[in-house]
């Protein structure tokens, strides 16, 4: 698994969010909430699990995926309110969110090391 791109996927929600914005699109928020949905997710609830749960570094990196999914549910439901501002402002250097993916490639990173890929 190249955990660097699987990462670059989830940051590209981002991206995706500044679109949605931009162009007022509705987004599935129930998704983007579920942290097994996404190549990385899928990665880390199977093969990662098989292989890697017991080494120290896969759970905070489980914990840190979640929460990148929390975070970011909640800025595609302010899109899907409408709340564009807020939206935009959810997504900004230093929120939650921006936190929460800086997490999580510090965990991949721990991961990668401890296990080797």
Same mark, same amino acid.
């Given at each position: 698994?190249?955990?660097?791109?699987?990462? +670059?996927?989830?940051? +590209?929600?981002?991206?995706?969010?500044?679109?949605?914005?931009?162009?007022?699109?509705?987004?599935?928020?129930?998704?983007?909430?579920?942290?097994?949905?996404?190549?990385?997710?899928?990665?880390?609830?199977?093969?990662?699990?098989?292989?890697?749960?017991?080494?120290?570094?896969?759970?905070?990196?489980?914990?840190?995926?979640?929460?990148?999914?929390?975070?970011?549910?909640?800025?595609?439901?302010?899109?899907?309110?409408? +709340?564009? +501002?807020?939206?935009?402002?959810?997504?900004?250097?230093?929120?939650?969110?921006?936190?929460?993916?800086?997490?999580?490639?510090?965990?991949?990173?721990?991961?990668?090391?401890?296990?080797?890929?």
């Amino acid at each position: 698994m190249d955990l660097r791109s699987v990462y +670059e996927k989830d940051k +590209e929600l981002k991206d995706k969010f500044i679109a949605a914005i931009e162009s007022k699109w509705q987004l599935d928020d129930s998704i983007i909430a579920k942290s097994d949905r996404c190549e990385l997710g899928a990665w880390l609830s199977g093969e990662a699990e098989r292989k890697y749960k017991f080494l120290k570094s896969y759970k905070p990196c489980i914990e840190a995926h979640d929460a990148f999914h929390v975070q970011a549910s909640k800025v595609a439901r302010q899109i899907n309110l409408g +709340e564009y +501002e807020s939206a935009k402002a959810m997504i900004a250097d230093g929120t939650p969110f921006y936190k929460s993916l800086a997490q999580l490639g510090v965990a991949l990173i721990a991961l990668k090391k401890d296990a080797k890929l």
